[in-house]
């Protein structure tokens, strides 16, 4: 089974840049998070998906901010304009949609964005 | 909305130690505990997790203990390896069983040979 996957690994950009960050969870997961981690602190949630729906979207920064997921599958994560305080590793995370209370989310390997 | 707190921020010990690391938590809905381990430039990956009907877990060297009336839970590692080495946080769910985590800041913890 594939892994959540994240695209680009690496992405420089100078403030007031737009950038695009990318996510494809495991194919029959209908949960998809985003979450930042900005250096050397805790791992922050930004937003959750269930299927196309944005279903808790209370970590979103500001409106600088725009995620989707068009068709209940991958999902893009914009920065639009960036500033300099965006900069950290975005995660995406994928889980499948359960009854129970366990709910083991899945890790991508994270976008490194830096803007300068 | 949950809070969790995790304790120590960095933690050194010498191969063959055992390592402890400790979170709390505020919301008393929370009924799922993962402990995620990141190595360097990897992945946060679960190494263990707990429900809230179990007090205590243990897989190998890794185990998990679970205190609901106060609200705190450990990760406890025996015989620890270089391999060891890596951050490790803990996270809780709140209210909400399908959402969001919310992560402790962190354990830093590095086994020396």
């Known amino acids: 089974e594939a892994g959540v996957t994240q695209f680009p690994s690496h992405s420089v950009i100078e403030k007031g840049q737009t950038v695009t960050l990318r996510c494809d969870p495991i194919?029959?997961?209908?949960?998809l998070y985003w979450y930042r981690r900005v250096m050397g602190k805790e791992i922050k949630f930004l937003l959750h998906?269930?299927?196309?729906?944005?279903?808790?979207e209370s970590g979103m920064p500001n409106n600088r901010f725009l995620a989707e997921r068009t068709g209940g599958t991958y999902s893009t994560l914009k920065v639009q304009p960036a500033e300099l305080e965006d900069s950290g590793v975005y995660f995406c995370?994928?889980?499948?949609?359960?009854?129970?209370?366990?709910?083991?989310?899945?890790f991508g390997p994270g976008t490194r964005l830096t803007v300068l | 909305g949950e809070n969790v707190e995790q304790h120590p921020s960095t933690l050194s010990v010498q191969e063959g130690d055992s390592a402890v690391i400790k979170c709390t938590y505020s919301?008393?809905?929370?009924?799922?505990f993962p402990w995620y381990k990141q190595e360097l430039g990897k992945r946060p990956q679960l190494i263990i997790d707990i429900r809230s009907n179990v007090g205590e877990k243990k897989d190998q060297r890794i185990a998990v203990t679970l205190n609901k009336t106060a609200k705190h839970f450990s990760l406890h590692i025996t015989e620890t390896q270089p391999e060891d080495s890596a951050v490790y946080f803990c996270a809780a769910p709140g209210g909400t069983s399908y959402g969001k985590l919310t992560f402790g800041q962190g354990t830093i913890l590095t086994v020396h040979p």
């Open positions: 998906f269930v299927k196309e729906s944005k279903q808790d």
């Open positions: 995370a994928s889980s499948h949609l359960r009854t129970s209370g366990k709910n083991e989310q899945f």
């Open positions: 919301d008393s809905a929370s009924n799922y």
């Open positions: 194919s029959g997961h209908d949960n």
